[in-house]
């Protein structure tokens, strides 16, 4: 099976912000106690895996953004039959995949996609629930629909993530409208949204008492997060979310908060030009950390395996624009040093930590990748 070195990146300075603070400059770290390491491709011939799980077998299901969902079990790739109609337009198509937290006993598994049924034309965010037998999904349950619709290709978010509570989050990108969706609450997209898990409006969700707002919103003002994992030690949820040009953000989601965009960002539109002239206003909450450039992530999980030595608690976050991953180190909530790892592989669109305590990236045009310390 083919197999790529890790590139180790010893020079990798960038101007970001933490909470509560306005700039200062994070060092990459010198060095690290696993300097040794490689990849292997574990699953060969992906295009864009969108999202994967790994299953109590042992087998992986991995969404491809096309509108295929695979299983991958010793070393056979199966397509899976059942999926409702993908909508496939710019970013959009299948995208997140999660299994309940009690999947073992009732078998449930958690997608989003791009669907053009409801209002308008073009396609919004879906989520269903379904269940797997053979190669098929069965008892498929249609939880909820962002609307209208739009013909526009860009911001579908989306990422799924239980808390320990067992309520069900998923995020929905702002779909282009920035200046009409993302402050409205009676309007769906820049959202993160909380549900039971079998799609029923939580009773202590933030705006159910508020008069035509979405009750299953938790918090608003977001771009397009497309990175969501809950902490290991608090249970609170991060994203991570993409900026215009800069102003990159990660995030810790609290009820019924504001987290500004478009109204306060650290970036500036493509073409240079300013649309905001706040990095803060009341009212609104200030990321934990922004890249300045931005890398486009993609993608995010902790490191919780005794595996990998001082690389436990880091977090891993997948660049599109730049094609890395980045280990970044935390002290307190706050980035203190960021590293480059598996540069130049590819975009990486997703990473998750396997049952087996190793971790694995989803990387565009090559696969599913194990991260294996050598010593």
Not at 55 to 74: A, K, V, Y
């Amino acid at each position: 099976m083919k197999q790529f070195k890790f590139l180790y990146i010893a020079s990798f300075i960038s101007i970001i912000s933490c909470a509560q603070q306005n700039k200062s400059t994070v060092e990459v770290e010198e060095a690290s106690n696993i300097a040794n390491y490689r990849t292997e491709v574990v699953v060969p011939d992906l295009d864009i895996p969108w999202g994967f799980v790994f299953l109590p077998d042992g087998s992986l299901l991995i969404t491809e953004i096309s509108g295929e969902l695979i299983s991958f079990n010793n070393g056979k790739k199966t397509i899976i039959k059942g999926l409702p109609e993908i909508y496939s337009r710019g970013q959009g198509g299948l995208l997140d995949i999660e299994l309940h937290p009690d999947y073992s006993k009732n078998g449930w598994i958690y997608m989003t996609y791009a669907s053009s049924d409801g209002e308008g034309n073009g396609g919004n965010t879906a989520l269903i629930r379904a269940k797997l037998s053979g190669n098929k999904l069965i008892h498929i349950e249609h939880l909820y629909k962002a609307s209208p619709n739009s013909n526009r290709g860009q911001h579908f978010g989306s990422r799924i993530e239980f808390d320990n509570n067992g309520f069900l989050y998923f995020s929905v990108g702002d779909r282009g409208d920035r200046d009409g969706n993302p402050q409205d609450i009676t309007r769906d997209c820049g959202k993160i949204y909380r549900l039971n898990d079998d799609g029923s409006i939580p009773k202590s969700n933030p705006f159910v008492n508020t008069p035509n707002a979405k009750t299953a919103i938790f918090s608003y003002g977001h771009r397009n997060p497309q990175g969501m994992v809950k902490h290991p030690e608090t249970g609170k949820i991060w994203i991570h979310e993409h900026g215009p040009k800069g102003g990159d953000e990660i995030n810790i989601i609290e009820k019924g908060k504001n987290f500004g965009w478009p109204k306060i960002s650290y970036g500036v539109n493509y073409s240079g030009t300013s649309f905001t002239e706040h990095t803060s206003l009341p009212g609104m909450e200030q990321p934990l950390f922004y890249w300045t450039p931005s890398i486009a992530p993609s993608g995010m999980a902790f490191i919780t395996s005794d595996i990998y030595g001082d690389w436990k608690g880091n977090l891993l976050v997948g660049s599109l624009k730049f094609q890395y991953l980045e280990r970044l180190i935390l002290k307190n909530n706050k980035v203190v040093k960021r590293e480059k790892l598996i540069e130049d592989m590819g975009r990486v669109r997703n990473v998750r930590q396997g049952p087996d305590g190793y971790m694995y990236a989803a990387v565009e045009d090559v696969g599913i990748v194990k991260i294996i310390p050598t010593k």
